[in-house]
């Protein structure tokens, strides 16, 4: 396994179990923070500008489809951060909101989306720091 895929996966890894324990401690501010971001356009550009650079970054530097389980993971992510920052900036703030509020079920499922980025953020950290070991 590369060193970009191990340095990726525990940046992620990481950063995920991160704010996973920081919306697990704070559920309301963080639905509340969430919420009114989606309703304030020029932040969303914001947001979607920095997700679309890094998805950019991380498809341009492990755009890796073969050699096991986390490098495909890695890529995957590179480009769903690729995707959500496109989103993210042609989209309407309706839009935006109806994604993630109405469809996504983002406040109703709270916990399910946490524990998948905790869950997710464990995995990646554990899986990158051993590939490091070796």
Do not use: C
Request: avoid cysteine; charged fraction near 5%; aromatic fraction near 10%.
């Amino acid at each position: 396994m590369s060193s970009r895929t191990s340095f990726l996966s525990r940046l992620i890894g990481l950063s995920s179990i991160l704010f996973a324990l920081s919306m697990l401690t704070h559920k309301q501010l963080t639905v509340d923070t969430i919420t009114g971001l989606l309703h304030n356009a020029p932040l969303m550009f914001i947001f979607g500008l920095i997700a679309t650079i890094a998805g950019v970054a991380m498809v341009l530097g492990h755009n890796v489809w073969s050699g096991g389980l986390l490098p495909v993971i890695v890529t995957l992510i590179g480009w769903a951060t690729l995707i959500k920052g496109m989103l993210f900036l042609f989209l309407t703030p309706v839009e935006e909101s109806d994604l993630v509020l109405g469809m996504l079920h983002w406040g109703q499922l709270f916990y399910l989306w946490a524990g998948i980025s905790l869950l997710g953020g464990v995995y990646l950290a554990f899986a990158g720091g051993r590939s490091v070991a070796r």
